[in-house]
C-alpha cells in the first residue's frame, strides 16, 4: 500500500489514549490531512488536546466510523465488546477493524462485527510513542491483501511492523515485545543503580545506563550478528567484563529473563482465554 492511498483513506479511533495519539501524530507527521482522522474520546481535557493536533474530535463512537475506510480500537480491553455492539450497525462494509486491545481474540471481534467484515488484531508496544516500536499483526480470514497493506503502513508511521498468521502466537509476541520494554527499564535502572553503588553521580549513571542499551541493540541490529559473538567481543581474558558475567550467569539471570517471558506468555494465554 502506498503512502499516497493511505493519505486518501478516512481512519477513525475509538478511543484517544496514549496508543491512539502515537498513531494520529504518526500518521500526520507521514502526512495525512488531518481532515481524514476522525476520534471519539469522551474525556474533555483529552479530547481538547486532540483536537489541537487538526483532527476531528466527538463523543459518539457510532458517527465517529459511518464514514471511516480504517477503525483503531483503541480502548481497554473490557469495553471492548460495548464499542463494537455500538458501532457494528455504522461500518462501511468494507472497511477494516483493527483492534490494539490487548488479549482480545480475533473470534471476539468477529462475533460482534457484520459478518466477513475484515478484522485485525494488533499487539504495539510502548516505544511506539515515540515512533521507535514494534507492532505484531495478525489479520483475520476476510482480510485482503489491500487490507493487511494498508494496516501494516497505518501501524509503520509509528515503528516496525511484523505480521503473523498464528494468532496463538500473539501470546508470545506480548510477553516479548509487548511486555519487555518493563524488563529493559528494569535493567536500566539496576545499572544505573550499579553506577552509583560505584560512586558516580545519578544523572551520569542512568546517561550511560541508557546509552549502552540503546547502542548496544542497535550493533545487534545494524550487524546481524549473534548477540553472543558480540558479547564474546568485549569479554577479554581475565578483565572486567567477564568477571562481571561470571555473576550474572551464577545468579540465573539467563534463565531470570526466560523464566519471566514464560510468565508473561502464560498469563497473556489467560487473558486471551477470558475474551
Known sequence: MTSHLLHQTRIAFIGGGNMATALIKG???AGLDGKNIRVSEPDSVRAQSLQSLGITVVAGNSNTVSTAQ?????VKPGIVPLVLDEISG?????AVVISIAAG?????????????????RAMPNTPALIGAGVTVLCPGPDVSPQHRALAETL?????EVKTILDESALDAVTALSGSGPA?????????????VACGLPRDLATQLAVQ?????????????????????????????TIAALQ?????????????AVEAAWRRSQELSRKN
Do not use: C, F, W
Open 27 to 29: 500518521l500526520l507527521g
Open 70 to 74: 480504517l477503525v483503531v480500537i483503541a
Open 90 to 94: 455504522n461500518l462501511n462494509r468494507d
Open 104 to 120: 482480545v481474540t480475533l473470534n471476539s471481534l468477529m462475533r460482534r462485527l457484520p459478518e466477513k467484515q475484515p478484522a485485525i
Open 155 to 159: 501501524l509503520g508511521t509509528v515503528g
Open 183 to 195: 524488563y529493559v527499564y528494569l535493567m536500566i535502572e539496576a545499572l544505573s543503580d550499579g553506577g
Open 212 to 240: 549502552t542499551v540503546k547502542g548496544s541493540a542497535a550493533l545487534v541490529k545494524e550487524t546481524g550478528q549473534h548477540p553472543g559473538v558480540l558479547k564474546n567481543q568485549v569479554t577479554s581474558p581475565g578483565g572486567t
Open 247 to 259: 555473576v550474572l550467569e551464577t545468579a540465573g539471570l539467563r534463565g531470570i529473563l526466560m523464566r
